[in-house]
Nanobody, 115 residues
Framework: QVQLVESGGDLVQPGGSLRLSCAAS????????MDWYRQAPGKERELVARITSGGSTTYADSMKGRFTISRDNAKNTVYLQMNSLKSEDTAVYYCRYTDYLGAYWGKGTLVTVSS
């Protein structure tokens, strides 16, 4: 089992920045992928960014250039730096951990972008 705890969600004005964190604990396997997803009200959950244990990254097109995913393998923590936030970035942001045994989700952290 793997437990994921997200943090860092907040109310921020348009154009502002936030940094989300997701700490993983439990049976962490050395080769894994950690993702950030988000789900806005009334919409399906969508992939925001992905990072492998080797450091390779993938971004959704709408987040490229504004969001940066990173990880600290020693701390089993993944980060999402979000800049130039827009109202349409308002969503619950979820962390997902995947290895050869399966996938695990965190409970999410709410990001609200509003003036």
């Amino acid at each position: 089992q793997v437990q994921l705890v997200e943090s860092g969600g907040d109310l921020v004005q348009p154009g502002g920045s936030l940094r989300l964190s997701c700490a993983a604990s439990g049976s962490i396997f050395g080769i894994n992928t950690m993702d950030w997803y988000r789900q806005a009200p009334g919409k399906e959950r969508e992939l925001v960014a992905r990072i492998t244990s080797g450091g390779s990254t993938t971004y959704a097109d709408s987040m490229k250039g504004r969001f940066t995913i990173s990880r600290d393998n020693a701390k089993n923590t993944v980060y999402l730096q979000m800049n130039s936030l827009k109202s349409e970035d308002t969503a619950v942001y979820y962390c997902r951990y995947t290895d050869y045994l399966g996938a695990y989700w965190g409970k999410g952290t709410l990001v609200t972008v509003s003036s």
